[in-house]
């Protein structure tokens, strides 16, 4: 079975501009979670859905931060204007139903320069 | 109180030697504890995982213990090889209220094994 996907794997923009990220879940997963890292921050949550509804977006950052989930096979999370303290690794994890492990996705290096 | 505090930072064994990592918490409503480990350039992955009904559980060369009463929780890697070297993150978890499921993680810690 495939894992969790995440696209692009590196994103290089420029300070002002549109990020979109992009990831597909594992098959009959209902439950998203986007994360970010950071060596200074370690990995935070940034939201999490559940049957494509958005639960808890209290991660995140401040309001040029979006997320959304149109489907149970596709998430997005869009930074715009991106700036250069937005540059960290952004991690799509899932999960399926009451259990509780959670499986991650391979990551999106963003660096914004 | 949601937090999770992972000691030390990093840690530099030798091959064949023991990786102890540790970590403690507040929140007593959390009641599933589990380890990621984290290569460069990867997604962290589920390692090991115990609840607080246990005090040990084991898994080939990788055992956390877990003291409730203390509220702290390790990992031991017994026989370390060089390809263990990694980012080892201990979380944390409950199923009450808003925060269903939700994984708190510690700061992580680079484990070095040396050949």
């Known amino acids: 079975d495939a894992g969790v996907i995440q696209s692009p794997r590196h994103e290089v923009t420029e300070m002002g501009q549109e990020v979109t990220l992009r990831c597909k879940p594992i098959?009959?997963?209902?439950?998203l979670f986007w994360y970010r890292q950071t060596m200074m921050r370690g990995l935070e949550l940034l939201i999490y859905f559940n049957n494509n509804v958005p639960i808890d977006d209290s991660g995140m950052p401040e309001d040029r931060f979006s997320a959304k989930m149109p489907n149970a096979s596709f998430s997005t999370l869009k930074i715009q204007p991106s700036e250069p303290r937005d540059s960290a690794v952004y991690f799509c994890?899932?999960?399926?139903?009451?259990?509780?492990?959670?499986?991650f996705g391979p990551g999106t290096r963003l660096t914004v320069t | 109180q949601q937090q999770v505090k992972q000691s030390p930072q990093s840690l530099i064994v030798q091959k064949g030697g023991i990786s102890i990592i540790n970590c403690a918490y507040e929140?007593?409503?959390?009641?599933?504890f589990p380890w990621y480990q984290q290569f460069p350039g990867k997604g962290p992955a589920l390692l090991i995982a115990?609840?607080?009904?246990?005090s040990e559980k084991k898994e080939g060369r990788f055992t956390i213990s877990f003291n409730k009463s203390a509220k702290q929780f390790s990992l031991h890697i017994m026989d370390s090889q060089p390809g263990d070297s990694a980012t080892y993150f201990c979380a944390a978890s409950s199923k009450g209220g808003t925060s269903y499921g939700k994984l708190t993680f510690g700061q992580g810690t680079i484990l070095t094994v040396h050949p």
């Open positions: 098959s009959g997963h209902d439950y």
């Open positions: 115990i609840r607080p009904d246990v």
């Open positions: 994890a899932s999960r399926k139903g009451a259990a509780y492990e959670q499986y």
């Open positions: 929140n007593t409503a959390f009641d599933y």
